[in-house]
């Protein structure tokens, strides 16, 4: 059984696990358990989500300019 008590769906909004892929042209990002990436170098920019799943994902980091490696339940 998973509780999300106050405290915890307060900070689900927030955004975190910033990192820059190793061209600097895109931003990962974390937010509500889901990962996105922003192409910083566009002018209207907007971020394109890369997981929509009930489980958080965490731990992301790029492994080069195209691919990211991420956990989610234990598994990379």
Same mark, same amino acid.
């Given at each position: 059984m998973i509780v999300r008590? $106050? @405290? =915890? #769906? $307060?900070?689900? +909004?927030? *955004?975190? +696990?910033?990192?820059f892929s190793p061209d600097s042209k895109k931003l990962l990002l974390a937010q509500n358990g889901d990962l996105f =990436? %922003?192409? *910083?170098? $566009? !002018? $209207?920019? #907007?971020? !394109? !989500?890369?997981?929509k799943t009930q489980a958080g994902e965490g731990a992301a980091q790029w492994l080069d +300019?195209? !691919? *990211? %490696? @991420?956990?989610?339940?234990? +598994?990379?």
């Open positions: 008590d $106050e @405290f =915890v #769906k $307060e900070r689900e +909004n927030q *955004i975190g +696990n910033l990192a =990436v %922003l192409n *910083i170098t $566009e !002018r $209207e920019a #907007k971020p !394109r !989500r890369l997981t +300019n195209e !691919r *990211i %490696l @991420f956990s989610q339940g234990g +598994n990379f």
